[in-house]
């Protein structure tokens, strides 16, 4: 069922969206729940909304088991707010905040965490060009770390996380914009996860956050209301405005990966999606990916010619059979396949084959 048949979409985010869920939101914008008017048009203080925001905050409880003493919260300014928002909530001003450098994505929320107080590299990548994630074990954790900031996924560099880290009593921050959803999380290694939800989900400005109770009660005094987490809480996330349409779409997407049978069942496909187009990346020396094993994304499968020029011919020709939006990141360069849960694999065995005829031609 493809809207237009033989495209596939490859973008890293805005990203594809299932068919399905793009239908029911097309229906919401004329009359939602019979109410006789649209979605766009409901004031966010009546029942419908209030029972809406309810149960897609319920939604993704369940879909990553999360524990009572977490609280999810919606908010707005996309994931990069977080950057900031992140040390103004949680970080006292004398106090140090830890950053995991593994890619683009981290560097920006160090960049900016340097704004709000001390910076801590604990680790980092930066030396061998991002090809990997330093061992927990060789972070340099201390006791003066209030917290410590990773990106389990960096959308960029496709460098993944081989797993949930454990870092002891330090509370573990995740931007999880990239793979929220797309796995299951032991949740109580960390003492919040954040994630944009335009990547693996749908809408753009809205941000997803899972926040530990007990780190509660530290925003420092200048902080906007608005994004304050904790006053969000209280007040039902209804201090201002809530991004209504794209909380509905996220519910949308909520029963859509239910239906697909939760985390648990979207994971291994995700794996071996992404193990589809590594194979033929790994199979000789025409294309190359800059990750070493064992720290590839299932999400943003990076790669490129060895020849870089034939880079542009590779997206050109792309395109022109319709696989759409493969260029890498303006920072990254490249080439790069991002594989959603949304992604179908339809898609992905068409990206294969054009890769092998590709190589077949030009190599
Ligand atoms: C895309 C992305 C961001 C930025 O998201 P915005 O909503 O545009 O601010 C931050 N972190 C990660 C990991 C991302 O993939």
Known sequence: MNRREGVYNFSAGPAV???????QARASLSDWQGLGYSLLEAP???????????????QIKTALAVPDHYHVVFLQGGASAQFSLVPLNLLPPAATGGYVETGHWSARALEEGCRYGRSHVVASARGTGFDRVPAVTEWALNDDIHYCHITPNETANGVQFPGDPDCGDIPL????????LSRPVDIERYGMIYAGTQKNLGPTGLVI??????????????????????????????????????????HLMLD???EKGGVNAVHPHNIAQSQDLYRIIDEDDFFYCPVMPGYRSIMNVCFGTRDESQQQRFLAEAEA????????HSHAGGLRASLYNAQPDEAVAALASFMTDFRQRYG
């Not at 969206?17 to 239908?23: A, H, K, M, N, S």
């Open 209 to 250: 956050a899972i926040i530990r109770e007990d780190l509660l009660g530290q925003a420092r005094p200048e902080t906007p209301t608005v994004f304050n987490y904790q006053a969000q809480i209280e007040r039902q996330n209804r201090i201002n405005t809530p991004l209504m349409f794209g909380i509905y779409l996220v």
């Open 173 to 180: 921050i995740a931007d999880m914009t990239s793979e929220f």
């Open 44 to 58: 966010f203080t009546g029942d419908e909304f209030k029972a809406l925001m309810d149960t897609t905050r319920h």
């Open 256 to 258: 859509w990966l239910e």
């Open 17 to 23: 969206l299932p068919p399905e869920v793009l239908e």
């Open 321 to 328: 059979i319709g696989l759409m939006n493969l260029a890498g």
